[in-house]
């Protein structure tokens, strides 16, 4: 089992930035692909951006490149979001999300699932 806690999400004006971390636990050597999925209010939960624990390659949704940027600390089991260029379209809750297989995680279904962490853009 793997347990991942997030933390960042707050309230901010449009154009600002905010970096979302999330911290894993337990059996963290399954979670070879790790990320976070955005959920807007009254729709579905999206992918946003993904990192290989191994390689470090990276991957992201059309809407958010060259305005979000993932990372990973090994060390410290963390992934990370920083968000720059925030907009009102940005609002909803990030979750992370942990797969031993990266496609499953892109493909919105990861193996572990965060509680989420509510992100508000006012424009």
């Known amino acids: 089992q793997v347990e991942l806690v997030e933390s960042g999400g707050r309230w901010v004006q449009a154009g600002d930035s905010l970096r979302l971390s999330c911290i894993a636990s337990g059996r963290t050597s399954v979670a070879r692909t790790m990320g976070w999925f955005h959920q807007a209010p009254g729709k579905n939960r999206e992918f946003v951006a993904a990192v290989t624990w191994d390689s470090g390659v990276r991957y992201y949704a059309d809407s958010v490149k060259g305005r979000f940027t993932v990372s990973r600390d090994n060390a410290k089991n963390a992934v990370y979001l920083q968000m720059t260029n925030l907009k009102s379209d940005d609002t909803g809750v990030y979750y992370c999300?942990?797969?031993?297989?990266?496609?499953?995680?892109?493909?919105?279904?990861?193996?572990?699932w965060g509680q989420g962490t509510q992100v508000t853009v006012s424009s």
């Open positions: 999300a942990a797969a031993v297989v990266s496609q499953d995680l892109r493909s919105g279904k990861p193996d572990y």
